[in-house]
């Protein structure tokens, strides 16, 4: 399974974003896709999941009411809608995969990875 990231830029707080995460290869929609985030200087952070149904969502609480996660299996497309950024939001976004479809924060239990894709937040 390959994923590819897209979206990122930049952004003054109070704007928005939506990233997109493709998926290619031995896909399935039973798969959990999470997204995660990284700043300089800071570990690997675990910001929302989708379930292989889309029904079920996790958010980190800094984005809950501005983040929103979806998936579109027809397109092996999974979004993140990105609203009222802040200039804490700046990282590397990356998408990750796991063949289970439970929903899960922890990165090392997600099996495949995207290379990530920037979003800079400017005050």
């Known amino acids: 399974v390959q994923l590819v990231e897209s979206g990122g830029g930049l952004v003054q707080a109070g704007g928005s974003l939506r990233l997109s995460c493709a998926a290619s290869g031995r896909t399935s929609n039973t798969y959990a896709v999470g997204w995660f985030r990284q700043a300089p200087g800071k570990e690997r952070e675990f910001v929302t999941a989708?379930?292989?149904?889309?029904?079920?969502?996790l958010y980190a609480d800094s984005v809950k009411g501005r983040f929103t996660i979806s998936r579109d299996d027809t397109k092996k497309m999974v979004y993140l809608q990105m609203n009222s950024l802040k200039p804490e939001d700046t990282a590397v976004y990356s998408c990750?995969?796991?063949?289970?479809?439970?929903?899960?924060?922890?990165?090392?239990?997600?099996?495949?990875w995207g290379q990530g894709t920037q979003v800079t937040v400017s005050s």
């Open positions: 990750a995969a796991r063949t289970g479809g439970l929903l899960t924060q922890r990165p090392g239990l997600y099996h495949f």
């Open positions: 989708i379930d292989g149904s889309g029904v079920m969502k």
